[in-house]
C-alpha cells in the first residue's frame, strides 16, 4: 500500500535537527525574559477577519498566502501566517494593559503561509515573536533591535546586517503615496501587472514586489523616509541615537517597506546574504493604531519575529553540532542478569544519567555492537558470574579500559564522573 506523506511545505523536524530547535528556543526564552518580555500562547487559527483587519486586504499574505477556509457552520477561518494580531487580540480580550507584567509578550510557534516552497521557505514555518505595548519612546525601539541583536550574538551567527527605516505616520503618509503614486503611473507600462493592480489598492506595498523590473524601476521611486513629518523625523533620530549608544550597527534601508500594513515610524530587518531569494532572517517594526484599530485601547505597540528555519539554516552554515548521545549502556548476559541491569539503568537514569540497555535479551557481541553505534562513553556488563560476585565491569570506550566495580558502587562512581555535565546542563 502506498504510504501517507506530509503536505508539501510542512516538514517534520527530526531528532537528528532537534538540538538546533532546542538551543535557539532556549537563548530565545532566557534573553526574552531577562528583557522582561512573557511568554504567551494563542491559538494557531483565529477567525479570518482579525487577519484581513490588521495586516491588510491587499497584502501578499492575505491576498494569496492564507489558508482560509470555512468550518462547519461556515464561518470563515484563517491558519495564523504571523502572530502579532494573534497577540495583540489576546491583550485586549483579556484587558491585558490592567497588568503591569503583561506590558512584553513573546510567543513561539508555527506560522502558515500558502507559498510557493524552497529552501528557506515553507508552508509551515516557525517564528519567534516579540511584542511590547504602551510605550511610544524611541528608547523601546532601539531596545528591541539591540536585543534582536544581542540574541544572534548569543547563537553565535555572524554576517548579518539590521535594516532600518522609518514609514512615518498616517499624516506623512497621505501626501507621499499621491507622490508614489504619480512616479508609478509614469511607469505603469513597465511594472508588473500585481504591481500596476498596486499602484490603486496599496502603492507602497510595490517596494515589497520581488520582481526585478519593478525593483530596478523603484530604484528611482521618490523614498517615504525623505517625506516624513518633523515628529516621525525627530523620532526616527532618536532611535539612531539610542543605537549608537548602544553600539548596534544599522544600515538605513529607505525603500524596506515590510509587508505588512500595520506598520508605522520605526521597521527594521535582519538581513543576510547567504539564503539566496529568502534574505530576510527577521523583522519588525513600530504600530501604533493598531490596538485601537482592533477594538482596543488606543496603546502604542512594537515588536518582531523572527523565522526559526531561516535562522537554523544559517547557523548550521556556520557551526556544527555535537550529536548528542546517551552515556551510558548496560549490557547484560543472562536472564538473572537482566533484571538486576534493568534496575541499575533505572537507578542510573533517576541521578540525570542517560542510559541505554537492552529490551530484547540480544546477545552480548550484539549489545557491544549497538552500545558503539550510539557512542556511549561506558558500557556496564553483568552476567550470571558478576551477579553471584554482585560485581559490574565497567568499560571505558574512550581510553578502553576495563575496571571492576561493586554493584553498589556503580552509580556513585558514574555520578561522580558526569558530576559536572549534570551540573551544568540541568538534570536530564
Ligand atoms: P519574505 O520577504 O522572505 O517573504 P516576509 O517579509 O514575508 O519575508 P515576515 O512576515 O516579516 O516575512 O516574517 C518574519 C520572518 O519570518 C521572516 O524574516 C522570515 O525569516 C520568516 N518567514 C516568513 N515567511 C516564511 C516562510 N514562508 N517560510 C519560512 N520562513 C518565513
Ligand atoms: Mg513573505
Known amino acids: 500500500m502506498q504510504s501517507i506523506q506530509a503536505i508539501r511545505g510542512m516538514n517534520d523536524i527530526l531528532p537528528d535537527q532537534i538540538g538546533w530547535w532546542q538551543r535557539v528556543e532556549q537563548t530565545a526564552r532566557e534573553l526574552l525574559s531577562s528583557f522582561g518580555y512573557r511568554e504567551i500562547r494563542t491559538p494557531v487559527i483565529e477567525k479570518l477577519d482579525l487577519f484581513a483587519r490588521s495586516i491588510g486586504e491587499s497584502t501578499d499574505i492575505v491576498e494569496k ?51 510557493r516552497p524552497q529552501k528557506g521557505r515553507y508552508r509551515q514555518f516557525y517564528q519567534i515573536d516579540a511584542e511590547a505595548f504602551g510605550i511610544d519612546d524611541p528608547m523601546l525601539d532601539a531596545e528591541v533591535m539591540h536585543m534582536l541583536r544581542l540574541f544572534l550574538e548569543r547563537l553565535g551567527l555572524t554576517g548579518v546586517v539590521l535594516h532600518i527605516n522609518s514609514l512615518g505616520c498616517q499624516e506623512c503618509r497621505q501626501d507621499y503615496r499621491d507622490l508614489l503614486k504619480e512616479f508609478l503611473e509614469k511607469n505603469v507600462a513597465e511594472l508588473c501587472p500585481d504591481c500596476q493592480r498596486r499602484r490603486h489598492t496599496n502603492p507602497l506595498r510595490t517596494f515589497d514586489c520581488k520582481v526585478e523590473r519593478c525593483q530596478a524601476i523603484l530604484a528611482d521611486a521618490p523614498v517615504l523616509l525623505h517625506s516624513i513629518c518633523g515628529a516621525c523625523a525627530d523620532h526616527f533620530e532618536s532611535v539612531k541615537s539610542y543605537l549608537d549608544q548602544l553600539k548596534t550597527a544599522y544600515v538605513i534601508n529607505p525603500r524596506m517597506v515590510r509587508g505588512l500594513d500595520y506598520y508605522m515610524r520605526t521597521t527594521f530587518e535582519v538581513i543576510t546574504d547567504r539564503l539566496g531569494a529568502q534574505n530576510a532572517v527577521g523583522g519588525g517594526g513600530r504600530y501604533n493604531g493598531l490596538l485601537r484599530d482592533l477594538g482596543g485601547p488606543d496603546l502604542p505597540g512594537i515588536g518582531f519575529a523572527i523565522g526559526m528555519e531561516r535562522l537554523i539554516l544559517l547557523l ?39 542510559t541505554e540497555i537492552d529490551y530484547e535479551g540480544a546477545s552480548l557481541k550484539s549489545q557491544m555492537r549497538r552500545a558503539d553505534r550510539l557512542g556511549v562513553r561506558h558500557v556496564l556488563i553483568m552476567g550470571d558470574e558478576e551477579i553471584s560476585r554482585g560485581e559490574v565491569q565497567c568499560r ?33
Open 316 to 354: 548550521q552554515q556556520e557551526q556544527s553540532e555535537a550529536q548528542r548521545c546517551p552515556k551510558i549502556f548496560v549490557a547484560s548476559l543472562g536472564a538473572s542478569a537482566r533484571d538486576t541491569c534493568f534496575l541499575l539503568a533505572q537507578q542510573l537514569r533517576s541521578l540525570g544519567l542517560e
Open 65 to 115: 498566502e492564507m489558508y482560509a477556509f470555512p468550518d462547519r457552520k461556515g464561518e470563515m477561518l484563517a491558519l495564523r501566517p504571523e502572530a502579532t494580531a494573534s497577540i495583540v487580540r489576546a491583550f485586549i480580550q483579556h484587558n491585558l494593559q490592567a497588568d503591569p507584567l503583561a506590558k512584553k509578550l513573546y510567543a513561539i510557534g508555527p506560522m502558515f503561509r500558502h507559498e
Open 396 to 428: 571505558d570506550m574512550m581510553n578502553k579500559t576495563q575496571t571492576v566495580l561493586p554493584l553498589e558502587a556503580v552509580a556513585p562512581r558514574l555520578q561522580e564522573i558526569y558530576k559536572e555535565e549534570i551540573t551544568e546542563n540541568g538534570s536530564r
